[in-house]
């Protein structure tokens, strides 16, 4: 039974509060926590909605300025789930305040806004944490240990796709409420923020830093009209990025994201391949990790579809009995649970800022060699 509570407080309420929000409520549920996350207070501009979205949730109160809900004393985390540009400013404000911060992805437009976020939370030695999802799905977690244990010896190639369609619209307008992900100045970037960062940080987690790449971007639809404005204005982001890198363990990389591959709604996939062995994953059948052992006997070598499932693989003694899985949902359950159990040993719970800044320089470099066409040197230390 947790004793001890964690209050949080949840800034923006769209589709990334709804699912840390449920993530706070059913971590303790599953995993067995000192911390309880007491969903305290949730905050938006609107005040009709948020007071909506506390009710639907059971946040204990609402606020429609997030500095005011910043100064309360019995708020312990700012959780914020609102656009790019406004996370720098809402991180820091809390780091100040003496609050944990937990960050929606990317952390933040571009490496130059989140490195005084990054020291912010370092200089007032408060816990913190990037919501980079992915990493806590069973099947990418499983990964990870068969790469760290060596099973797949030398790694050559890291290849990933983060593919959508939702954009192919010309009509689609940019900007506001929920396309604000179109508009360069609340997103910072297209794909390349919103998508590859979640490639990036799972590939540099999985194989090690990213210090070179050179990249290819475009935009299709160059106009759209802006919600904030009402006027037709020039799209800023990039709707498609395709990217090549070099590992530091000297292995390949190659990753493509777009928002107009008719057909695909979600479609991460990784694929790496080693000495010894290969791993394929893919987000639309989340619980399987596909794996390849050179090293098989060669009359049953083959592909193998690992279900992740069983009580012995990553998480998943917390939920059903073996052959029953779980979904996109239970990577923010994990990934609080991982936090709350953090917070309970002292251990530092990843991505934090400073590890998500990596990510950032990635990310800053494949849109310079976007705009130049040269490779860039990330400056990635990992
Ligand atoms: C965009 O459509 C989006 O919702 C991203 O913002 C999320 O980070 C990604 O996980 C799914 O797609």
Redesign the pocket.
């Known amino acids: 039974m947790p004793s001890k509570e964690l209050r949080i407080g949840l800034v923006g309420y769209g ?1 990334m509060g709804r699912t840390h929000s449920n993530g706070y409520k059913r971590a303790c549920d599953f995993f067995d926590l000192e911390y309880r996350p007491v969903l305290k207070a949730v905050c938006g501009r609107t005040e009709k909605r948020v007071k909506e979205f506390a009710e639907h949730w059971q946040y204990e109160s609402w606020e429609t300025d997030w500095k005011k809900m910043i100064a309360r004393d019995d708020i312990d985390a700012i959780d914020i789930c609102t656009a790019n540009d406004t996370h720098a400013e809402i991180a820091i404000a809390a780091a100040e305040a003496g609050k944990m911060v937990l960050c929606e ?1 990317p952390l933040a437009r571009t490496t130059a806004e989140a490195e005084p976020m990054v020291a912010a939370v370092e200089k007032a030695g408060v816990k913190n944490t990037v919501w980079y999802n992915y990493r806590r799905l069973p099947a990418v977690t499983l990964a990870k240990q068969l790469i760290d244990s060596g099973k797949l010896g030398r790694i050559f190639h890291y290849r990933a796709n983060f593919l ?1 369609d939702w954009t192919i619209s010309e009509d689609l307008p940019q900007g506001g409420e929920g396309l604000w ?1 179109l508009d360069v100045a609340a997103a910072g970037s297209g794909v390349t923020g ?2 590859l960062a ?1 490639c990036i940080d799972t590939a540099m987690w999985l194989n090690g830093g990213i210090n070179r790449v050179t990249a290819r971007t475009e935009t299709f639809i160059k106009e759209r009209k802006h919600n904030l404005t009402g006027k037709v204005e020039k799209v800023g982001i990039d709707d498609a990025c395709l990217f090549m890198c070099d590992f530091d363990n000297g292995s390949l990389g190659l990753f493509e994201s777009t928002r107009y591959a008719r057909g695909h709604k ?1 479609l991460y996939t990784f694929e790496i391949n080693g000495e010894h062995a290969s791993i394929k994953w893919d987000l639309h059948d989340l619980n399987r990790l596909e794996y390849f052992d050179h090293r098989d006997e060669s009359i049953v070598r083959g592909w193998r579809s690992i279900h992740v499932s069983d009580g012995d693989q990553p998480y998943m003694g917390n939920w059903w009995v073996p052959g029953l899985c779980i979904g996109y949902e239970h990577s923010f359950v994990h990934q609080v649970a991982d936090f709350l159990k953090d917070l309970e040993t002292g251990a530092t719970t990843q991505p934090d800022f400073r590890n998500a800044l990596e990510t950032a320089k990635v990310c800053d470099a494949v849109l310079s060699s976007g705009k130049d066409g040269a490779w860039h040197d990330t400056g990635v230390k990992i």
Do not use: I, N, P, V
Request: proline share 0%; net charge positive.
């Open positions: 589709f992805k959508q992900r919103d998508l979640h979600a």
